[in-house]
């Protein structure tokens, strides 16, 4: 069965560092998007991306926040200037809108920042 | 108010029992409902989606969704304690391309 990949699985960075989560979405899906999960709190939906753009993104998806989709296969998420606050558990998820099997999630990616 | 709502629980039922979730959510413009199943350090997979208002069996599943009420619920029946974990509700607006509002999860505790 079609996967989300995501790497790396957990990725620790010192505040105030740039990270690039990445993820590799199934390849016939067009739809791209982040979530993130804090720990103990429910999944919250970050941003949302189709045909090279971003279509909506939350209030949480701040100036620090940025996708990418730099060579047709990739969908990142990059944090410029990493806060206490971003860890998280990050998942990235694809769909298609034609499909009968909803969003697929990646494994995720735990982010610590210390 | 909350936009998806479930109770948190622990909800406890015996091995082979039926468990019944439940979720209501506030967009009556929300057109598609999931039931994700995560456990604990790992992500949200799919066991069943539902569109239209009345039943959708698939398996020991079965979603029912009433629009007019803004309820979506979830039974397992015959519970396994693999069955044992936190079963998330999500909406979303259109049909696979929007973006998915989660609840906070219900977590279900098989006892064998």
């Known amino acids: 069965e079609p996967e989300v990949t995501q790497t790396p699985s957990h990725q620790v960075t010192q505040m105030g560092q740039e990270v690039i989560l990445r993820c590799v979405p199934i390849s016939n899906h067009l739809y791209f998007y982040w979530y993130r999960q804090i720990l103990g709190q429910k999944v919250e939906f970050l941003v949302s991306f189709y045909n090279n753009e971003i279509s909506e993104k939350s209030e949480i998806f701040d100036d620090q926040f940025s996708v990418e989709r730099p060579d047709g296969s990739n969908f990142t998420l990059k944090i410029r200037s990493t806060k206490l606050e971003d860890s998280a558990m990050y998942f990235c998820?694809?769909?298609?809108?034609?499909?009968?099997?909803?969003?697929?999630f990646g494994s995720g990616t735990r982010l610590t920042v210390v | 108010q909350k936009e998806v709502e479930q109770n948190s629980g622990p909800l406890s039922v015996p091995e082979g029992a039926i468990a019944s979730l439940n979720c209501t959510y506030s967009d009556r413009g929300s057109q598609s409902f999931f039931w994700y199943r995560q456990y604990s350090g790992k992500s949200p997979e799919l066991i069943m989606f539902?569109?239209?208002?009345g039943d959708k069996e698939d398996g020991r599943f079965t979603a029912q969704l009433n629009k007019a009420s803004q309820y979506v619920s979830l039974l397992i029946r015959d519970s396994q304690p693999s069955d044992s974990a936190t079963y998330l509700c999500a909406v979303t607006r259109s049909s696979n391309t929007g973006k998915l509002i989660f609840g906070q999860g219900t977590t279900l505790q098989v006892k064998p």
């Open positions: 539902i569109y239209s208002n």
């Open positions: 998820a694809s769909s298609q809108p034609t499909a009968n099997n909803g969003y697929t």
